[in-house]
């Protein structure tokens, strides 16, 4: 397990390098006024991802997870659904660009950036089909080459003082040979005859079920097992997921876009640098929830209690103390380093880093009582607590940010997250937990030594 956490935590750590270096490199190369413009089209862009993917790499995990190999008969289904989004919000991404006509500037890079909308969904369905089949080393290289190729566009922009219509352009040479790549890891999965990481032969699975198991999905119709789900039933299914994407995004993005909208491209560059820091230090619980846990508590969820309380108890207290080291070294880190990286233009942005710091803590705990909820049963209302919480994040920016500016910007999310945070924390004690008692530190160390057979 270590070991692939570790992998997984080495390309993630290669994934913040090269997306960092592209934001240096691009703050480096554009005025700020391009720059900020150029970083919230891509914001609003990255947006669309959830919706263009419609939940359906999250649905994987939970069916495959639940049903194994006769999950297979969603796989149809719910790649036309993604498909059929994901060219409406394409064709949707033109029309707005054409909007901004004739402003030929604007509107090309609006048009360029539309086709990251199809390889971030490709990468996230790409994704899921390497958890599924327990490729951490494929997975890793999947995430980490798209970053690699920005970075070797944004070198070039930068050494040949390019535009950023030139930029807009890199990104969509990357965002195409990405879909690509994609759509090459996942042929033997759209087939139906890729193996499954942690599914024996059917009379091996164990039996009981947890208090807080998963509801089954809506079953095959009577003598069809291999029948799809029904439009209304794929639908159901994915929506849940699809919402929560993006109130996850919301928080990380629409910040920077309302501050474009509102204080122009110059200040919204203020608010999107320390953001592109914390959306890296973000990629830390994603890496051990969603990428590496979220597929075996699926499983857990119907099989290993005790391997879902010790996540509860001990991964969700360890994210937390481990958010707090990480906020701290954020905050202080940040007073110097974003100067001395982005240059003298953005030294008012550190203090605004120094304020975003005080939400990783939350996000990070935030992070693992979710992945509970997701894998609990308590899908749906883990969906109406991040609704809750985005809901509070717009709010709190409508007030805070024409009164206070990205400062402002910076102290609704911190409150918006630590809303959020409490709301999961007190649903996964109760909805999860229950009156179970919790593993002790000797339990936590029986699984780890392998003293008792190993949840997989």
């Known amino acids: 397990m270590l070991a692939q956490v570790g992998l997984l935590g080495l390309s993630q750590a290669g994934v913040t390098v090269a997306a960092f270096g592209s934001q240096v490199l691009l703050a480096r190369t554009l005025t700020r006024e391009d720059f900020g413009s150029f970083t919230a089209v891509l914001a609003v862009v990255s947006l669309t991802a959830p919706v263009a993917v419609f939940g359906v790499a999250e649905l994987w995990l939970q069916v495959f997870g639940q049903e194994g190999a006769r999950a297979y008969r969603w796989v149809g289904p719910s790649l036309r659904l993604a498909g059929a989004v994901c060219v409406a919000l394409l064709l949707g991404v033109l029309a707005w660009s054409a909007a901004e006509l004739p402003d030929t500037t604007a509107a090309a890079v609006r048009a360029l950036l539309a086709t990251v909308v199809v390889a971030q969904a490709a990468l996230a369905l790409a994704g899921a089909v390497r958890q599924l089949r327990g490729d951490y080393r494929g997975l890793s290289a999947l995430q980490l080459a798209p970053h690699l190729g920005r970075v070797a566009v944004t070198a070039a922009v930068w050494a040949a003082g390019l535009s950023v219509v030139a930029a807009a352009a890199g990104y969509a040479v990357v965002a195409v040979a990405t879909v690509a790549a994609c759509l090459l890891a996942s042929r033997e999965f759209r087939r139906g005859a890729m193996p499954l990481e942690g599914h024996p032969a059917p009379a091996a699975r164990a039996a009981p079920a947890p208090r807080a198991a998963v509801p089954a999905l809506p079953a095959a119709p009577a003598g069809d097992v291999d029948a799809g789900p029904r439009p209304g039933e794929l639908l159901g299914a994915a929506a849940p997921y699809v919402l929560g994407n993006v109130c996850y995004l919301l928080g990380i993005h629409f910040g920077t876009v309302l501050a474009a909208e509102l204080l122009g491209g110059a200040e919204a560059a203020l608010l999107a640098v320390p953001m592109a820091v914390l959306t890296a230090v973000y990629l830390v619980p994603r890496v051990v929830y969603q990428q590496y846990l979220l597929g075996k508590l699926h499983r857990w969820a119907g099989s290993d209690a005790e391997a879902v309380l010790l996540a509860y108890r001990w991964g969700s207290a360890g994210m937390v103390a481990l958010g707090a080291v990480v906020a701290a070294a954020v905050a202080v880190g940040g007073l110097v380093a974003l100067p001395l990286v982005f240059g003298p233009a953005y030294r008012d942005a550190a203090p605004v880093l120094a304020v975003l710091a005080l939400a990783v803590p939350f996000r990070f705990g935030g992070a693992a009582v979710a992945a509970l909820l997701t894998s609990g049963g308590l899908l749906r209302r883990k969906v109406v607590y991040q609704a809750v919480g985005a809901v509070v994040l717009?709010?709190?920016?409508?007030?805070?940010?024409?009164?206070?500016?990205?400062?402002?910007?910076?102290?609704?999310?911190?409150?918006?997250?630590?809303?959020?945070?409490?709301?999961?924390?007190?649903?996964?004690?109760?909805?999860?937990?229950?009156?179970?008692?919790?593993?002790?530190?000797?339990d936590l160390r029986r699984r780890l030594s392998r003293e008792a057979p190993r949840a997989s």
């Open 394 to 442: 717009l709010a709190a920016l409508a007030v805070a940010v024409p009164a206070w500016g990205v400062r402002g910007a910076a102290g609704a999310t911190v409150l918006a997250e630590a809303v959020l945070c409490c709301l999961l924390w007190v649903a996964a004690r109760r909805g999860v937990v229950g009156d179970a008692p919790l593993p002790t530190w000797r």
